[in-house]
């Protein structure tokens, strides 16, 4: 079993829908909780991290993580073609010096 | 120069060549990490640097050499390496002792092994 299942997708919706983006993962140690946005030919770049269970939110996007059933969900409100590109979940045991587990990355597609 | 930079941005070798990957980080960090991304894959950490002194290396085979003469700068020397090689290589830095999710990470290098 992998550490972190991530659907790949592509993902394709329409402009201004609501995508939903999840990660599922075994370890229940973990306590930090990433989103990495990944556009083409560019490196993954933070969008947005979480410390334990909850919710956060940052403009359009929100990110919520349920530790009982171990799974993170990102939203993204009304969606934009800037938007297109992959998301990566990522996860770690702590917050300073430790490795980070990523997910495979889910490839979205905002159309016009 | 701001941020990661990686070169070359796309390298294609033969299995007997030797080459390498260069990575150059401006952030001031003391940390910098060598990753692997392969399609359908999660991002492999191969190496973490740490004050220029390697402090992991998961499993990564000797064919993969990596480098860090100073803190700004990393690199991958690779040889007689394989198809299954073929990858997206990231270089990310950070500040070791801050907090984890704040690794910047390069524009990559795709390396293509035929």
């Known amino acids: 079993q992998k550490e972190v299942e991530q659907d790949p997708g592509p993902l394709s919706v329409p402009e201004g829908a609501i995508v939903s983006l999840n990660c599922t993962y075994s370890n229940s140690a973990f306590q930090y909780f990433m989103w990495y946005r990944q556009y083409s030919r560019k490196g993954p770049e933070l969008l947005m991290y979480?410390?334990?269970?909850g919710n956060k939110e940052d403009g359009r996007f929100t990110a919520q993580v349920d530790k009982s059933s171990k799974y993170i969900s990102l939203f993204i409100r009304d969606s934009q073609p800037s938007d297109s590109a992959t998301y990566l979940c990522?996860?770690?045991?702590?917050?300073?010096?430790?490795?980070?587990?990523f997910g495979t990355g889910t490839r979205l597609q905002v159309t016009l | 120069e701001t941020g990661v930079t990686q070169t070359p941005r796309h390298l294609v070798m033969g299995m007997t060549n030797k080459k390498s990957l260069k990575c150059e980080q401006h952030l001031g960090h003391n940390a910098m990490y060598w990753y692997k991304q392969s399609a359908k894959k999660p991002l492999e950490l191969m190496f973490v640097?740490?004050?220029?002194?390697?402090?992991e290396n998961n499993s990564v085979p000797s064919r993969f050499s990596p480098e860090c003469p100073n803190s700004s700068h990393l690199f991958l020397h690779l040889h007689t390496l394989q198809p299954e090689d073929s990858a997206l290589y990231l270089c990310?830095?950070?500040?070791?002792?801050?907090?984890?999710?704040?690794?910047?990470f390069g524009p990559g290098t795709r390396l293509t092994v035929t």
């Open positions: 990522a996860m770690s045991l702590t917050g300073t010096a430790s490795k980070l587990t």
């Open positions: 990310a830095s950070s500040q070791r002792q801050g907090p984890t999710y704040e690794q910047y």
């Open positions: 640097y740490s004050l220029e002194e390697r402090v």
């Open positions: 979480t410390y334990s269970s």
